[in-house]
Antibody
Framework: QITLKESGPTLVKPTQTLTLTCTFSGFSLSTSGVGVGWIRQPPGKALEWLALIYWDADKRYSPSLKSRLTITKDTSKNLVVLTMTNMDPVDTATYYC???????????????WGQGTPVTVSS | DIVMTQTPLSLSVTPGQPASISCKSSQSLLHSDGRTYLYWYLQKPGQPPQLLIYEVSNRFSGVPDRFSGSGLGTDFTLKISRVEAEDVGVYYCMQSIQLPWTFGQGTKVEIK
């Protein structure tokens, strides 16, 4: 079965760079149509999509955060890494990674999610 | 950005009764490929979101048939035919036709 798990620091200081890792199993990020995305959720607030990387290494970023985000993958190790620079207290949130698999006939977008990892930005 | 507006923001439902959530997008979600990229997720308390409905009306694997989705263009609805206690949580709609992919603000469903 498909599983994803996020890992990374729970506390970062303002201006620091956050690095989060999504380790997954049950699928390959070299399979056509597969992608892994990152979504975050500030405490008590709604979901916000951040970035996604496709099986062919194509990447998509939220335009408002694009200058601060980098998403990469290591297909052999089944992991995806998201880095976010210049962290600010408003970036305090739970960060989720999620699986996406779309074909020409169906696209159950973000069908599997990790449990999320909380990140607090504070000095 | 496409704005997704959900109504109501909260809903209190008696078990066994129906419930309905509306999601309106600021632009049409109908793609030139003929598909409409509208999704519904449920986030149960303390859990990550789970996919309920994809492309307006397709139930994801394992989702009970009391959940149904409908709509077209910019107006969409999620219906629960008979609410059960396990359906409590926050429901989100999401669009993926245009970057950035955006979510609604969420509708909190509780049991009376």
């Amino acid at each position: 079965q498909i599983t994803l798990k996020e890992s990374g620091p729970t506390l970062v200081k303002p201006t620091q760079t956050l690095t989060l890792t999504c380790t997954f199993s049950g699928f390959s990020l070299s399979t056509s149509g597969v992608g892994v995305g990152w979504i975050r959720q500030p405490p008590g607030k709604a979901l916000e999509w951040l970035a996604l990387i496709y099986w062919d290494a194509d990447k998509r970023y939220s335009p408002s955060l694009k200058s601060r985000l980098t998403i990469t993958k290591d297909t052999s190790k089944n992991l995806v890494v998201l880095t976010m620079t210049n962290m600010d207290p408003v970036d305090t949130a739970t960060y989720y990674c999620a699986h996406r698999y779309c074909t020409t006939t169906s696209c159950p977008h973000f069908d599997y999610w990790g449990q999320g990892t909380p990140v607090t930005v504070s000095s | 950005d496409i704005v997704m507006t959900q109504t109501p923001l909260s809903l209190s439902v008696t078990p066994g009764q129906p419930a309905s959530i509306s999601c309106k997008s600021s632009q049409s979600l109908l793609h030139s490929d003929g598909r409409t990229y509208l999704y519904w997720y449920l986030q149960k308390p303390g859990q990550p979101p789970q996919l309920l409905i994809y492309e307006v009306s397709n139930r994801f694997s394992g989702v009970p048939d009391r959940f149904s989705g409908s709509g077209l263009g910019t107006d969409f609805t999620l219906k629960i035919s008979r609410v059960e206690a396990e359906d409590v949580g926050v429901y989100y709609c999401m669009q993926s036709i245009q970057l950035p992919w955006t979510f609604g603000q969420g509708t909190k469903v509780e049991i009376k």
